[in-house]
């Protein structure tokens, strides 16, 4: 999984509804914001923070308290998977000092990945932060910032053991009609290249009939999206010797009343079967989305990455996805650079890619991260990988913009997510994604009604943008606009 599936809104922290003048009541133990860094799991781990903050009396902030910097506590829920999101998180916890410097009694908290992974380290480096937490530590947070207050030193707890799933937390969705439920923690695969295992430990599974009782609840709540997720969603059940369990969730979800959509993220290729397949293809709230990282083409490197599969089994899953679902839109995860990658190596990338057809890529170059076995392999020249990343992502962009001019002149059926575009205000726009989870802007009719959060709108895509649609119908021209609530 990785931040680049979302967009900025979508990844957003939540802020508390605006309050005129709030009392000094209303702050509870104090003001808090939770500041994001990295994917899908963490902002989902980030609700969970919310709501064990919100439980112990803490209150969430509005956004004019946010901008005035009128906080009592912040926590920024931190990346390990690139090298990138630590220098974002040191360069941001650097300018909260200055926050703290005017306000003495403001407290700050480092959780997620890194603080899994550089625990010492990060209370070592930022004296002026309060608390340190695990991935597994989430629901000690307040008891580590009440110790820090007593003691006037930070509090350090990260524990290598899961205890229990984070989802027996309480939770403030940033979303009440799309919500993450995650199915699994952890990682049983030992890729070259990726941190996960050591941050979010062992796969564990959750009880299927927990995840189902969950998503009930959500929708009960008023959810009408919601999206599976864990490190490796199609591996779900295998610890209980269940292989066809994640299969059997799928099918589970389609019979639940009022769930309009789902989605997971992300499986693995190696475990990808045909009946998951099936499943995706004969659930009709089952969405053709699907998220499929091939990493690279080249079978020398994919065996140096400790990737199960070769490129031509990739494609052969792709192929019978496609004959299943022709309407499925398949992203992708490319490294470029990996310790060893030569041109020939790289050019077999370029091919899978060009037959493949992804909708999109999210290409990264290689970050080396320290306790990785490839962290100790020789490195490419940074020019040389530049030069290769350059080239691989102007083909991709050729392809998703040919695969989005598809889209022109057909109906797509969108639900309005209440994250809106930076010119939606201005053009008379709502946001939304479409089925195959495509980013959509419609302008609304003069004349015809204004959709709300999850409503969906079934509407004529008059233009493909090079990442997004754009949906300006006229109904007089016999283009469609219709709102379903």
Same mark, same amino acid.
């Given at each position: 999984m990785?931040?680049?599936?979302?967009?900025?809104?979508?990844?957003? &922290?939540k802020?508390a509804?605006?309050?005129v003048?709030?009392?000094?009541a209303?702050?509870?133990?104090?003001v808090?914001?939770v500041?994001?860094?990295g994917?899908?799991?963490?902002?989902?781990?980030?609700?969970?923070?919310?709501? /064990?903050?919100?439980?112990?009396?803490?209150v969430?902030?509005t956004?004019?308290?946010?901008?005035?910097?009128d906080?009592?506590l912040?926590?920024? #829920?931190?990346?390990?998977?690139r090298?990138? $999101?630590?220098?974002? @998180?040191?360069?941001?916890?650097g300018?909260?000092?200055? @926050?703290?410097r005017e306000?003495?009694n403001?407290?700050i908290a480092?959780?997620g990945?890194?603080?899994q992974l550089?625990r010492?380290?990060?209370?070592?480096?930022?004296?002026?932060?309060d608390a340190?937490f695990?991935?597994k #530590?989430?629901g000690a947070?307040?008891?580590?910032?009440?110790q820090?207050?007593?003691?006037?030193?930070?509090?350090?707890? /990260?524990?290598?053991?899961l205890?229990?799933?984070p989802?027996?937390?309480?939770?403030d969705? =940033?979303?009440?009609? &799309?919500?993450?439920?995650a199915?699994?923690? *952890?990682?049983? %695969?030992?890729c070259?290249?990726?941190?996960?295992?050591?941050?979010?430990?062992?796969?564990?599974?959750?009880?299927? *009939?927990?995840?189902?009782?969950?998503?009930?609840r959500?929708?009960?709540?008023?959810a009408k999206?919601?999206?599976?997720?864990?490190q #490796?969603? %199609?591996s779900?059940g295998?610890?209980?010797?269940?292989?066809? =369990?994640?299969?059997?969730?799928?099918r589970?979800c389609?019979e639940?009343?009022?769930?309009?959509?789902?989605?997971?993220?992300?499986?693995? !290729?190696?475990?990808?079967t045909?009946?998951?397949?099936a499943?995706?293809?004969?659930?009709?709230?089952?969405?053709?989305?699907?998220?499929?990282?091939?990493?690279s083409?080249?079978?020398?490197?994919?065996r140096?990455?400790?990737?199960?599969?070769?490129?031509?089994?990739?494609?052969?899953?792709?192929?019978?996805?496609r004959? $299943? @679902?022709?309407?499925?839109?398949i992203?992708?995860?490319?490294?470029?650079?990996?310790p060893?990658e030569?041109?020939?190596?790289?050019?077999e990338?370029?091919?899978?890619?060009?037959?493949?057809?992804?909708?999109s890529?999210?290409?990264?170059?290689?970050?080396?991260?320290?306790?990785?076995?490839?962290?100790?392999?020789?490195?490419?020249?940074?020019d040389?990988?530049?030069?290769?990343?350059d080239?691989?992502?102007?083909?991709?962009e050729?392809?998703?913009?040919? #695969?989005?001019?598809?889209?022109e002149?057909?109906?797509?059926? /969108?639900m309005?997510?209440?994250? !809106?575009?930076?010119?939606d205000?201005?053009?008379?726009?709502?946001?939304?994604?479409?089925k195959?989870?495509?980013?959509?802007?419609?302008?609304v009719?003069? *004349?015809?009604?204004?959709?709300?959060? *999850?409503d969906?709108?079934?509407a004529? /895509?008059?233009?493909?943008?090079r990442?997004?649609l754009?949906?300006?119908?006229?109904?007089?021209?016999?283009q469609?606009? =219709?709102?379903?609530?």
């Amino acid at each position: 999984m990785n931040e680049e599936m979302m967009t900025e809104a979508e990844r957003a &922290s939540k802020l508390a509804e605006s309050t005129v003048d709030p009392a000094p009541a209303a702050r509870g133990k104090g003001v808090f914001y939770v500041h994001t860094l990295g994917c899908q799991m963490n902002v989902h781990d980030s609700e969970r923070i919310a709501g /064990v903050l919100e439980e112990a009396g803490y209150v969430p902030a509005t956004e004019e308290q946010y901008l005035d910097h009128d906080i009592d506590l912040i926590v920024m #829920n931190t990346c390990a998977v690139r090298e990138n $999101a630590a220098e974002r @998180m040191y360069g941001t916890i650097g300018l909260w000092a200055g @926050m703290k410097r005017e306000r003495p009694n403001l407290q700050i908290a480092v959780g997620g990945c890194m603080a899994q992974l550089d625990r010492e380290k990060i209370a070592r480096k930022t004296p002026w932060v309060d608390a340190v937490f695990g991935t597994k #530590n989430i629901g000690a947070l307040p008891q580590l910032l009440e110790q820090a207050r007593i003691e006037g030193h930070a509090q350090v707890k /990260v524990q290598e053991d899961l205890n229990y799933f984070p989802s027996q937390l309480p939770t403030d969705r =940033a979303s009440k009609v &799309s919500s993450w439920v995650a199915i699994s923690v *952890g990682c049983n %695969n030992t890729c070259t290249f990726c941190i996960v295992p050591t941050t979010r430990g062992k796969e564990h599974d959750r009880r299927p *009939g927990d995840i189902l009782a969950e998503i009930r609840r959500c929708v009960d709540e008023g959810a009408k999206e919601v999206t599976l997720l864990g490190q #490796n969603v %199609n591996s779900f059940g295998y610890g209980i010797g269940d292989r066809f =369990a994640f299969f059997k969730l799928l099918r589970a979800c389609g019979e639940i009343e009022g769930l309009e959509r789902v989605r997971f993220t992300s499986p693995h !290729p190696a475990a990808f079967t045909d009946d998951v397949i099936a499943a995706m293809a004969e659930t009709p709230n089952v969405m053709h989305q699907l998220h499929f990282p091939l990493q690279s083409g080249s079978d020398r490197i994919l065996r140096a990455m400790r990737r199960s599969y070769r490129s031509a089994k990739f494609l052969d899953i792709l192929r019978k996805i496609r004959e $299943a @679902m022709p309407d499925a839109q398949i992203s992708t995860d490319i490294i470029v650079g990996f310790p060893g990658e030569t041109e020939e190596d790289f050019q077999e990338t370029m091919r899978v890619v060009e037959e493949a057809r992804f909708s999109s890529a999210f290409t990264f170059i290689y970050s080396p991260r320290p306790g990785t076995p490839a962290a100790d392999m020789e490195q490419l020249p940074r020019d040389v990988v530049q030069d290769r990343f350059d080239r691989l992502v102007a083909l991709q962009e050729r392809i998703t913009e040919e #695969n989005l001019k598809t889209f022109e002149g057909r109906d797509v059926e /969108v639900m309005v997510t209440g994250t !809106p575009g930076k010119k939606d205000a201005a053009t008379h726009r709502v946001t939304g994604r479409e089925k195959t989870g495509v980013l959509v802007h419609i302008g609304v009719p003069e *004349g015809e009604p204004m959709p709300q959060v *999850g409503d969906f709108v079934t509407a004529t /895509v008059t233009h493909a943008g090079r990442h997004n649609l754009i949906a300006d119908p006229d109904p007089k021209a016999g283009q469609t606009y =219709a709102v379903r609530h």
